[in-house]
């Protein structure tokens, strides 16, 4: 969902990716979600990270839960921050309460990637 909205909200100037510890596939309440804002991620993969890519970053956005921790090590001139956000995958029940906690997780995400959008511009 981040990969989704910084696609919309940054310049061309940035490259954005997205990538994680483990690759699940992309879940499928994600994309149904974000369709509701009218961005299509029925078309990206889970991706594993590629550190030599992660080294060479100018800006890495840590997302939920442990991957802060668990995010490999980078040089200082990358510069780290993260968003302890909840896993909307981690939710439970039917499915319509599984999508009540995914819209509430894309909307934090939508306004952080706003507002780091506006604050690197």
């Known amino acids: 969902m981040a990969e989704g909205f910084a696609k919309e909200s940054f310049s061309e100037d940035w490259q954005v990716e997205s990538a994680g510890i483990e690759a699940h596939g992309v879940n499928p ?6 369709a509701e ?3 299509d991620l029925s078309h990206n993969k889970s991706k594993l990270i590629d550190t030599d890519f992660l080294n060479d970053c100018d800006l890495v956005v840590t997302l939920c839960g442990d991957a802060k921790d668990r995010c490999p090590m980078t040089p200082p001139s990358v510069k780290k921050l993260h968003w302890p956000l909840p896993d909307p995958a981690q939710a439970t029940g039917t ?4 999508m009540v906690v995914f819209r509430q997780v894309r909307e934090q995400i939508k306004d952080l990637v706003i507002d780091l959008a506006s604050s690197l511009k």
């Open 29 to 34: 309440l994600a994309v149904k979600v974000m």
């Open 95 to 98: 499915e319509a309460e599984k």
């Open 37 to 39: 804002v009218n961005i």
